[in-house]
T-cell receptor, first 114, second 111 residues
Framework: DSGVTQTPKHLITATGQRVTLRCSPR?????VYWYQQSLDQGLQFLIQ???????AKGNILERFSAQQFPDLHSELNLSSLELGDSALYFC?????????????FGPGTRLTVL | DQQVKQNSPSLSVQEGRISILNCDYT??????FLWYKKYPAEGPTFLIS?????DKNEDGRFTVFLNKSAKHLSLHIVPSQPGDSAVYFC??????????FGKGTRLSVIA
């Protein structure tokens, strides 16, 4: 158990809908990262928050947004969902965002868009 | 354009033998490299890392080798055990930039 929790575990929804994925980082970790893993793909970095502020942005679609709250949990909002958004979404956390900071991953949320 | 490549999607090894997983990268700015292991229905788990100032790092049965001139790193598992069967991801970063992951190699250790 990495100490990072993600809810829900599974989510099935229809095209055009909006969903919210939630992540609670390990105790004491200030950085939260979101990744997307589509079929046969590596983990694609979406966005990073550090202590409530956006720190880095990857290939995140405009239909997606995220935030980190004062209690350091984070939410990833996906809207106007398309079939291609079906994927595993992982959250990771680390103490800071330094070079050698290890990222600890949650178990992921499997999103299926029908 | 893939900056981190794991060219072998899968690898089968007999129990007790050495497993060698390979990873190539194209970005010469990468200065920190990591290996993660992933079991089904779980998130990736950190395994071992290496800084670009070293060429080898060892942790128990796991050793990572870095060849900067070839932009290549490898993970050696000796001896391989059935519990090592998982997907292994190579990842790299440059300074405080986000991690860049390869697509993974599925290792099967056969008893």
């Amino acid at each position: 158990d990495s100490g990072v929790t993600q809810t829900p575990k599974h989510l099935i929804t229809a095209t055009g809908q909006r969903v919210t994925l939630r992540c609670s980082p390990r105790s004491g970790d200030l950085s939260v990262y979101w990744y997307q893993q589509s079929l046969d793909q590596g983990l694609q970095f979406l966005i990073q928050y550090y202590n409530g502020e956006e720190r880095a942005k990857g290939n995140i679609l405009e239909r997606f947004s995220a935030q980190q709250f004062p209690d350091l949990h984070s939410e990833l909002n996906l809207s106007s969902l398309e079939l291609g958004d079906s994927a595993l979404y992982f959250c990771a956390s680390s103490k800071t965002s330094g070079l050698t900071d290890t990222q600890y991953f949650g178990p992921g949320t499997r999103l299926t868009v029908l | 354009d893939q900056q981190v490549k794991q060219n072998s999607p899968s690898l089968s090894v007999q129990e007790g033998r050495i497993s060698i997983l390979n990873c190539d990268y194209t970005n010469s700015m990468f200065d920190y490299f990591l290996w993660y292991k992933k079991y089904p229905a779980e998130g990736p788990t950190f395994l071992i890392s290496i800084s670009s100032i070293k060429d080898k790092n060892e942790d128990g049965r796991f050793t990572v080798f870095l060849n900067k001139s070839a932009k290549h790193l490898s993970l050696h598992i000796v001896p391989s055990q059935p519990g090592d069967s998982a997907v292994y991801f190579c990842a790299a970063k440059a300074g405080n930039t986000p991690l860049v992951f390869g697509k993974g190699t599925r290792l099967s250790v056969i008893a």
